[in-house]
């Protein structure tokens, strides 16, 4: 079955080094995007890609960026990380024809310490 | 985007309908009402949408009022696993999604 998977799910960092988020999705969706959930704030939108070799900032970008090389990757990587990012990270893929039906991987539960 | 006003949470009894409503009074004609729902440490999951017909599908019936400024998400018969938090989100066909603070919705036995 196609899916969308976030690796690692679990991770503590130290403040200043960089991060890796991986998502990886086998539904071929040319969308893909990358939120953060804090307490308090609900789901906000960090980055998000239209297709391969297009990436475009969202609400709370600083301090990430994003690639994508290839369609079922976007892995987003914190720059140096702060006790700011502490978050849990969701990744959503949807497809060009249906962009309001996001679907979204299991998370990532990121400790900046 | 629209902003949208929600119950902060609600109960339901299992077996019954749960009716969760959502204000937005300022949404404009071409954008759309979308409902999301995320179950405790889940991504969030499409449920469905509508621009000013009511919609259903297999898992909800959505209404929305003639003016539009209001709208209903119905679960027919609640189970405990429909228990989550409801987020309408408002907004233009191709925007971005704004998640507020939704609904907590607990369906109880």
């Known amino acids: 079955d196609a899916e969308i998977t976030q690796s690692p799910r679990h991770k503590i960092t130290e403040t200043g080094r960089q991060v890796t988020l991986a998502c990886h999705q086998t539904w071929n969706h040319n969308n893909m995007f990358w939120y953060r959930q804090d307490l308090g704030h609900g789901l906000r939108l960090i980055h998000y890609s239209y297709g391969v070799q297009d990436t475009n900032k969202g609400e709370v970008s600083d301090g990430y960026s994003v690639s994508r090389s290839n369609t079922e990757d976007l892995p987003l990587t914190l720059e140096s990380a702060a006790s700011s990012q502490t978050s849990v990270y969701f990744c959503?893929?949807?497809?060009?024809?249906?962009?309001?039906?996001?679907?979204f991987g299991p998370g990532t539960r990121l400790t900046v310490t | 985007d629209a902003k949208t006003t929600q119950p902060t949470s609600m109960d339901c009894a299992e077996g019954r309908a749960a009716n969760l409503p959502c204000n937005h009074s300022t949404i404009s004609g071409n954008e759309y009402v979308y409902w999301y729902r995320q179950i405790h440490s889940q991504g969030p999951q499409y449920i469905i949408h509508?621009?000013?017909n009511n919609e259903t599908n297999e898992m909800a019936s959505l209404i929305i009022t003639e003016d539009r400024k209001s709208s209903t998400l119905i679960l027919p018969h609640a189970t405990l696993r429909d228990t989550a938090v409801y987020y309408c989100i408002v907004r233009n066909y191709g925007q971005n999604f704004v998640f507020g603070p939704g609904t907590r919705l607990s369906v109880l036995p």
């Open positions: 959503a893929s949807s497809e060009e024809t249906r962009p309001y039906e996001q679907y």
């Open positions: 509508g621009l000013k």
